[in-house]
């Protein structure tokens, strides 16, 4: 995707003669993909309310007193139905579900997706009652919570979908051009590398004097004064300005001007990384725009409810697993010498030192036997054992695959000594030789999953794994907890149908 010199806007007073490339030419990508989320969701919201009015009135349409809401017509549940729909589609797009900011990002997209329907679901309710419309309940208690589920659903693959294609080719992403000094350039290059799937293409930078020396680890396509002909000459749609000695104030009201009605996005990225978006507020003082960073939260009302939410889902899974604990333990024993169970120290809440469960899927004495040569090498690794670790039992290995070892743990919620999701549990003597970053992982209560482990465990090196437990305790959300727990249960089915 390259810019063309014939497609231009008209350059501003300030810039005679200098024009930049019309940003749109290169997120038509957007477009499509709006369009295709929108036939996507019409074809399921209607099958929901179809659905709906077949369940409640059969394959004819025919009245059937159930719920003694039958006053309206059975004729107009027809237009109902379609009234229904286009309301629907409306007030997706009212919540900006169909923003390119928040197309395949996921919490905040699907959260507008449920809050969209929930608002129409109230609005039919008030409509009805002060109309004194009967509508049938058993139709609305169907429509709204089938269609939710079936929406929800369909943004799930949607973002799959686009997340394999930002994979295959940068098509389907923006391309960036990042501004400030090379070191804040390597920073934010580094941290969008770490997620390819939110479509975030760095195509060049500029930087002051517009000489990389080696300095910058992307293509230096210019200087801090001329971001307009960089942006012209890299097809870029965003230009994304660090946090750096040589971006002023001035620059970047000037830049906001230069880009303005080009199609092109400018975005600010601050100094200030690893805070969630919910923890962060704008507010406007004096033409100033200023950044509150809410503190992290440690207890109140919502860690009542994952409290709560931890001993009744583990108390359920413990049920559902036991055939698979029992079977697993009787193969353990058989299959080699030694207990079932594994019990190690780790560090909990608060520093607190307690017992985890795991069922045994090394051999007797493993602690004390030497790790493989490559996992002594790696200094910064994260301590687990390598996948072909030859002290792990045949049994063992099928165990962990499933992640059927941790199964146990599960016990250890009921205790109160871990959770559901959190960072990873220490081995005592990792605080004190991590120091303060590791610590403050112990703010919370470990847990038998977390983002460590849905971003790849056995992949990450000890610095990633320390960043990415610490992003949970400080930005801790019931919602990303039950994204955790989908995206584990995924890997599970993944690694099973691999199999």
């Known amino acids: 995707m390259t810019s063309s010199a014939d497609s231009v806007l008209r350059p501003s007073a300030a810039n005679a003669g200098t024009t930049i490339a019309d940003g749109s030419r290169h997120t038509q990508w957007l477009g499509r993909l709006a369009r295709r989320l929108f036939i996507l969701d019409l074809v399921l919201v209607s099958l929901a309310v179809f659905v709906a009015a077949v369940f409640r009135f059969g394959r004819g349409l025919r009245a059937v007193p159930v719920d003694g809401a039958d006053r309206l017509p059975v004729t107009s549940y027809v237009s109902l139905c379609l009234l229904l729909v286009c309301a629907w589609l409306v007030m997706l797009y009212a919540a900006r579900t169909y923003d390119s900011r928040v197309i395949g990002i996921g919490a ?9 329907s929930l608002w129409l679901w109230a609005a039919v309710a008030i409509i009805c009652y002060g109309g004194r419309i009967e509508v049938a309940r058993t139709f609305t208690a169907i429509a709204f919570p089938l269609g939710m589920v ?26 960036v051009l990042v501004v400030g000094g090379g070191k804040e350039v390597n920073e934010l290059v580094a941290e969008l590398a770490r997620e390819p799937y939110a479509g975030l293409h760095v195509v060049g930078a500029c930087v002051p004097g517009g000489r990389s020396d ?25 230009v994304a300005v660090t946090a750096s000695p040589g971006v002023s104030a001035s620059m970047l009201k000037q830049l906001g001007w230069e880009l303005e009605g080009a199609g092109v996005h400018l975005v600010v990225a601050p100094a200030l990384t690893d805070v969630a978006g919910p923890r962060i507020h704008v507010r406007p003082v004096s033409g100033l725009s200023l950044l509150y960073v809410e503190q992290p939260e440690f207890s109140g009302p919502s860690r009542a409810i994952k409290w709560v939410f931890d001993r009744l889902l583990a108390l359920a899974a413990l049920v559902i697993a036991s055939p698979f604990l029992l079977v697993s333990a009787l193969l353990i024993k058989v299959s080699s010498r030694g207990p079932v169970i594994f019990r190690q120290a780790r560090i909990g809440r608060n520093g607190h030192i307690f017992t985890v469960y795991k069922l045994r899927s090394m051999v007797v004495g493993a602690e004390e036997q030497p790790v493989d040569d490559l996992q002594r090498n790696r200094a910064d690794a994260v301590p687990y054992t390598d996948r072909d670790d030859p002290r792990i039992t ?13 199964l146990p743990q599960l016990f250890n919620v009921l205790l109160g000594d871990m959770s559901l999701v959190g960072p990873r549990a220490p081995l005592p003597g990792e605080i004190e030789e991590h120091g303060r970053s590791a610590a403050r992982r112990v703010k919370v209560k470990p847990g ?40 584990t249960a995924h890997t599970v089915a993944v690694r099973r149908s691999a199999g």
């Open 214 to 238: 080696g300095a910058a680890s992307v293509p230096v396509v210019g200087s801090l004064s001329n971001v307009r002909q960089a942006v012209a000459r890299t097809g870029a749609d965003t």
């Open 448 to 487: 038998i999953t977390g983002l460590w482990k849905v971003s790849g465990r056995a992949d990450l090196s000890w610095e990633d794994s320390v960043r990415l437990d610490l992003y949970y305790v400080e930005n801790w959300s019931f919602a990303g907890d039950i994204q955790i727990l989908w995206k």
């Open 108 to 116: 905040d997209e699907y959260k507008r997706v449920v809050r969209s």
């Open 150 to 175: 079936l929406l929800l659903t369909g943004r799930w693959a949607a973002r799959k979908a686009l997340h394999r294609a930002r994979t295959a080719s940068h098509d389907w992403s923006h391309r």
């Open 394 to 406: 045949p049994v063992g290995r099928w165990l962990r695959r499933f992640g059927l070892d941790e």
